[in-house]
Each structure stands twice: as structure tokens, then as C-alpha cells.
């Protein structure tokens, strides 16, 4: 760990491990009486068991293994994986909470962190108090905490409660101090673990916005989240971990992409995605079994371009004949945004289905959306209230610009693109 942020690397890993017991007790601080006793205790057991005594071997399990990485100064970076890939192991690691078993790690410049609630405050202290330790912790003057203190303040939103011990305040409030300061007190590289899915929706927004303002003034962000459109909105690149090791590492979206071929079990365009599996509601009369998506032209490798259009070919089971009043297909955002709705309720049409299998094709003209990944939702019903089937997560789509089109894609891009021109006068 060194104090000089003035390289351009601000983090580097070189064969990091972690490697865990499965069921060891918790360590103790030790005394030296507990020392002595336990020696007594092994010496009486190997005297009353000289050959018959071993002790049981323990389960081990690697968290992380053979991690090397290096971040840049003024990067936002991801880390994904699914749960037990090792993410917040690495955050604990490089935040010092937990040794390392294997590796060698430098950072560059001092490290604010955000891995859980209750972590880095006093709870018999204020938060007045414990803002002005945090600072002391990463190696601040007062001077310069009490010149950030209003802007902290001002960001949790606790001003009424600054003076009251903070195991009273809710893990809300908790939360909000909590990030405030470890994003206000200037920290050289930031390290923010899930926990903000626990702030409501514009404690979110305002949290995004910080981190951007963050890496904008050349500090150095890990972001560690299940929430991919979050990812995308605030990291450049990404990590995506696997059982402990580095199985990608890019730009955010290509990434991101690798990640939910692993969760969508590797269906392709053109590929009959099943959705027999998927996680559904409805009264299961008719249902959709399969969809296929078909290449658009002036896509790229099959995946969509922002204009659209979009053709899917969806497989459909009923039970008997019967004619469909709302058939649907919405596109979100990665956390639930609805971003379009194509139900042809909304133009009077229906659809007949056939007892067994009916196959449907579906077209979206124009999609108006900008390069990322985004999810689709599909619903089949008499009516928009009344559902045969509703599959809230069917699959996932690509949105990328035309190699042709030119131009760079910045990851801070809206959902919607638009043309523009500019007059130089």
C-alpha cells in the first residue's frame, strides 16, 4: 500500500489467492495464557493417544486464485460474476479487512470503502464524530475533513440526525453517511461493494452520479454489483469473475455480454432459445415455449442496430383454440426500466391460436436505442390485465452501432439516441 498517487497505475494485483476452511471456528485475539493452554491440551491428547490420535482435515476452498490485474488512475472499473465468483472476497482483500493467502498487491494513494453496513463507523459515536475519524483514518488534516463536512452532510441528507449516535439511525441513514463520506473525503481509489442496493431509487441516482464525478476528477473507482445497468452507467470496463479467477476482462457491454451467455446457457441469435424454463406467471393455457431472433440487416453478427428493426419468431402452446387479444413484447433496461412496449392491443389486432403449437412472427419497426444489452419480456392474454403467461426476464438482446456508422460509444450515453448537428459560425 503507498501513499504516492502520483502514478499512473493505481492498482495493481499480481497472483492474488484467498483460500478458506470450511467450518473453522472464527479466530480470537489470543493471550498468552490461551496460547499456553492450548499447547497443554495437545500434549495431554498425543500422551493419552499416542497413534490413535489425528486431527481432522480440514475442507479448503479457494475464493480467489491467481488474480492479476492492473487499473489505471481516473477508471471506473466493474467487477461481475455470479454469486460466490469472488467479488466481494477481492474488495475485501484489497481493502485490508482479510489477509491474503497467495500474491502481491499495491495501491496507490488512500482507499475509501463501502463493503457492507456497519462497517468503518463507531456505533457508540455521532456522525459528526465518525466522519471526522474516518478522515483521520485515511490519513487526513482536520482542516481539510471540516472543509468537506457540508458537502457530506448535504449528500446523506442527515443533517437533523449529524449530532445523534449512529447505532440509532436507521440503515438507510446508515447507508447514506456512510457513502458520503467515503466518496467526499477524497480518497485516491474508491471501492464500493453491492451494498448500495440497499438506498432507495434516487439515493441510487445520486450515488452513480458521485462515482462519475469521482473517476472525473482522476480518482480511481471498483465497483462490485448484480446490477449490470448501474455497471454500464458508471464503469468503462469490466471484470467478470468465475469460481475465483479472471474470465474476461474489456469494454463493459462486450463483457457484460460473456457474463449472461454464461446465465442464458450460451443462446446465440439464431439459436431456439428455450423459455419452457423460464420463471413465469399466468394460468398456463397458452404459453410461450421458444423464440428465435432473427439477424437484422446492417447488424453486426446478428446482434440489433439502435434503429431497429427487431424480428423475433415466438413459439407458442395452447390448450385449445383460442383467439389472443394482447400479445407483448416490452424491452427494459438490465434493472427493470421500461423502455419500449409493443403490444397488439394497442393497434386492434389479435392473434388465433391453434391447439399445440401456433408460431408468431413479431416485428418492431424502430427501436430508438442506444449500443448496450437490454432485457425482453413477453405477454400473451384476452386482455393487458388478464394473462395466459408473462415471462418477466424471456431473454436478452445486443444493441451495437454499425461499424460503418463511425463515431465513438461512450459509456455515459442515454437509452435513446438522437441526431444532431453542429454549425461552426
Known amino acids: 500500500m503507498s501513499s504516492d498517487a502520483s502514478g499512473a497505475t493505481a492498482i495493481r494485483v499480481e497472483g492474488l489467492a484467498k483460500q478458506y476452511a470450511l467450518g473453522a471456528p472464527q479466530e480470537k485475539y489470543r493471550t498468552l495464557r490461551d496460547a499456553f493452554s492450548t499447547a497443554a491440551t495437545r500434549t495431554i491428547r498425543r500422551a493419552r493417544h499416542p497413534t490413535g490420535w489425528t486431527r481432522k482435515p480440514k475442507d479448503y476452498i479457494w475464493a480467489l486464485r491467481d488474480i492479476s490485474l492492473s487499473v489505471q488512475r481516473g477508471r471506473a472499473v466493474g467487477i461481475i460474476g455470479h454469486n460466490g465468483s469472488g467479488k466481494s472476497t477481492l474488495l475485501k482483500v484489497l481493502s485490508r479487512v482479510t489477509e491474503p493467502t497467495a500474491g502481491r498487491i499495491e495501491i496507490r494513494g488512500r482507499v475509501g470503502t463501502l463493503l457492507e453496513i456497519g462497517t468503518g463507523f463507531h456505533n457508540e459515536l455521532t456522525g459528526r464524530e465518525n466522519i471526522f475519524l474516518s478522515g483521520a483514518i485515511l490519513g487526513m488534516r482536520r482542516i481539510d475533513i471540516a472543509r468537506r463536512f457540508d458537502d457530506i452532510v448535504e449528500f446523506s441528507d442527515v443533517g437533523r440526525f449529524i449530532d445523534t449516535p449512529v447505532k440509532r439511525y436507521s440503515s438507510g441513514m446508515y447507508l447514506r453517511l456512510a457513502f458520503a463520506v467515503a466518496a467526499h473525503l477524497e480518497p485516491h481509489v474508491l471501492l464500493v461493494d453491492e451494498v448500495l442496493a440497499v438506498g432507495d431509487a434516487a439515493f441510487q441516482r445520486k450515488c452513480i452520479g458521485r462515482m462519475n464525478e469521482v473517476t472525473g476528477e482522476g480518482r480511481t473507482v471498483l465497483f462490485v454489483s448484480h ?81 431497429g428493426p427487431l424480428e423475433l419468431v415466438l413459439d407458442i402452446e395452447s390448450d385449445a383454440q383460442r383467439v389472443v387479444g394482447s400479445l407483448a413484447v416490452s424491452i427494459e433496461t438490465l434493472s427493470g426500466t421500461k423502455l419500449i412496449e409493443a403490444d397488439i392491443l394497442s393497434i386492434g389486432s389479435v392473434v388465433r391460436l391453434n391447439r399445440g403449437r401456433t408460431r408468431v412472427g413479431f416485428r418492431i419497426e424502430a427501436l430508438h436505442l442506444n449500443p448496450g444489452i437490454y432485457a425482453v419480456r413477453l405477454w400473451l392474454g384476452h386482455t393487458a390485465n388478464s394473462g395466459f403467461d408473462h415471462v418477466p426476464a424471456a431473454f436478452q438482446i445486443e444493441v451495437v452501432r454499425p461499424s460503418a456508422a463511425g463515431g465513438a460509444t461512450s459509456p455515459t450515453l442515454g437509452m435513446v439516441p438522437c441526431r444532431f448537428e453542429v454549425v461552426q459560425e
Open 227 to 307: 446490477d449490470l445497468d448501474a455497471v454500464q452507467r458508471v464503469c468503462g470496463e469490466c471484470v467478470l469473475l468465475d469460481h475465483g479467477r479472471v474470465a474476461a476482462r474489456g469494454p463493459t457491454s462486450d463483457v457484460i455480454q460473456q457474463y449472461l451467455a454464461q446465465v442464458t446457457g450460451g443462446a446465440r441469435v439464431l439459436d431456439r432459445i428455450d423459455l419452457t424454463q423460464r420463471p413465469r406467471s399466468g394460468t398456463g393455457e397458452s404459453r410461450f415455449t421458444a423464440v428465435r431472433v432473427l439477424p437484422a440487416r446492417g447488424g453486426v453478427n446478428g446482434r440489433t442496430c439502435p434503429d
